[in-house]
């Protein structure tokens, strides 16, 4: 039986907002399940409201996008063979879209068919009872024996964005189909899938702050797992302390910097974050597409602070497969600088710790 290994997550960013003794009477303070994660808020607004929006929302994504449930849009294309067009919801159509947008953007480093190389190392979420060919027992130490190079390399071939269409029929239904993308492992046959959960929790995220916009709740911020994080303004109208957790965490380095920010999106990844260690090798879950393996390279983890958080979480995912040279450019690029986006990483060199940082705030460092 193939068994994944839970693993125990830390939580990437705190936010030093201390005990809400003593804060605005109203303030609501709830967490919300979906998505495979949590999202905390924390309402100075005590809007009911919001907390229903938020409730309804990270329902209607799950609905849409999770990949063990049978009845969803993504898990019916998932199971469809080329050519065969799947009707979806617009909320769907919009995510592929931006999916689509974070593929173009990143070179493809970012690129939800990446579905079936995630599974193959271990790291997808399945639906109970399921099990495949490629499947491994774990070892002792909870990680995976290294899988056949016939299942990487395949699969490798699945992983292109550009395989997949979105279009909208003349009755005004969406659609997805994927063209020309099957292979043959086997004797089995292999179709292009997609996982949509990297950038699912951003949008969520660029909801509610679109939300929070239009109802006039400024004052708040919202936590969503691992990866996604929305800072309105302190209770006082104020920025935010943010303390970003160390990689290779200790007791005395739980987090490596503390900035302020206030108003803005953060997003980021990490080889910290989902991982395991076999015969003393860290294998994450950030799978680099161009080899169809999980990332190895000087970068552990990459902050996006700005924009969209739905291309922030693609693009902190891509920043850190892609590597140092490659989050400079990327920090000077046109698209970048439109629209205001900060950078922060930590990496590797020479079996030391290091820091960039496109960030011009007073930052409290703990490397």
């Known amino acids: 039986m193939y068994i994944r290994?839970?693993?125990?997550?830390?939580l990437w960013i705190v936010v030093l907002v201390g005990c809400l003794a003593g804060c605005a009477e109203r303030a609501q303070s709830y967490s919300l399940f979906g998505l495979g994660s949590v999202l905390n808020v924390v309402d100075y607004s005590a809007s009911d409201a919001l907390n229903n929006y938020a409730k309804t929302l990270i329902d209607k994504v799950q609905r849409a996008i999770d990949v063990t449930d049978d009845t969803s849009d993504v898990a019916?294309?998932?199971?469809?063979?080329?050519?065969?067009?799947?009707?979806?919801?617009?909320?769907?159509?919009?995510?592929?879209?931006?999916?689509?947008?974070?593929?173009?953007?990143?070179?493809?480093?970012?690129?939800?068919?990446?579905?079936?190389?995630?599974?193959?190392?271990?790291?997808?979420?399945?639906?109970?009872?399921?099990?495949?060919?490629?499947?491994?027992?774990?070892?002792?130490?909870?990680?995976?024996?290294?899988?056949?190079?016939?299942?990487?390399?395949?699969?490798?071939?699945?992983?292109?964005?550009?395989?997949?269409?979105?279009?909208?029929?003349?009755?005004?239904?969406?659609?997805?189909?994927?063209?020309?993308?099957?292979?043959?492992?086997?004797?089995?046959?292999?179709?292009?899938?997609?996982?949509?959960?990297?950038?699912?929790?951003?949008?969520?995220?660029?909801?509610?702050?679109?939300?929070?916009?239009?109802?006039?709740?400024?004052?708040?911020?919202?936590s969503f797992g691992s990866s996604s994080l929305l800072l309105l303004k302190n209770r006082k109208g104020a920025g935010w302390d943010l303390s970003l957790t160390h990689p290779r965490a200790a007791e005395d380095k739980p987090y490596y910097c503390t900035l302020p920010a206030m108003d803005v999106a953060v997003s980021t990844s990490g080889d910290y974050q989902n991982y395991y260690v076999l015969d003393g090798v860290r294998y994450s879950h950030l799978i680099d597409t161009r080899t169809g393996r999980p990332k190895h390279g000087e970068l552990l983890s990459v902050t996006v602070l700005g924009g969209d958080a739905a291309i922030g979480d693609a693009l902190s995912t891509a920043l850190t497969v892609g590597g140092l040279d490659y989050l400079k450019a990327f920090a000077q690029s046109e698209y970048a600088k439109t629209n205001g986006l900060q950078f922060i990483a930590i990496y590797e060199e020479a079996e030391e710790l290091q820091v960039f940082t496109t960030l011009k705030v007073d930052i409290q460092w703990n490397v």
Not at 5 to 10: E, M, N, Y
Not at 82 to 100: C, F, H, N, W
Not at 163 to 181: F, P, R, V
């Open 5 to 10: 290994r839970a693993v125990a997550v830390t």
């Open 76 to 222: 019916r294309f998932n199971a469809a063979a080329d050519e065969e067009p799947i009707a979806v919801g617009a909320l769907t159509y919009s995510l592929v879209q931006k999916a689509r947008a974070a593929y173009d953007l990143t070179d493809g480093l970012y690129d939800p068919t990446v579905y079936w190389t995630v599974d193959l190392w271990g790291f997808l979420p399945r639906k109970e009872g399921t099990s495949a060919p490629y499947d491994r027992e774990q070892t002792e130490d909870g990680g995976y024996p290294m899988p056949d190079r016939r299942y990487v390399e395949a699969f490798l071939s699945l992983t292109d964005m550009r395989k997949i269409a979105a279009t909208q029929g003349e009755d005004g239904t969406y659609y997805l189909t994927k063209h020309d993308s099957a292979v043959t492992v086997d004797g089995a046959i292999y179709y292009a899938r997609l996982d949509l959960g990297g950038i699912a929790k951003g949008y969520v995220v660029d909801c509610i702050r679109t939300y929070c916009s239009e109802h006039g709740i400024g004052q708040g911020y919202m």
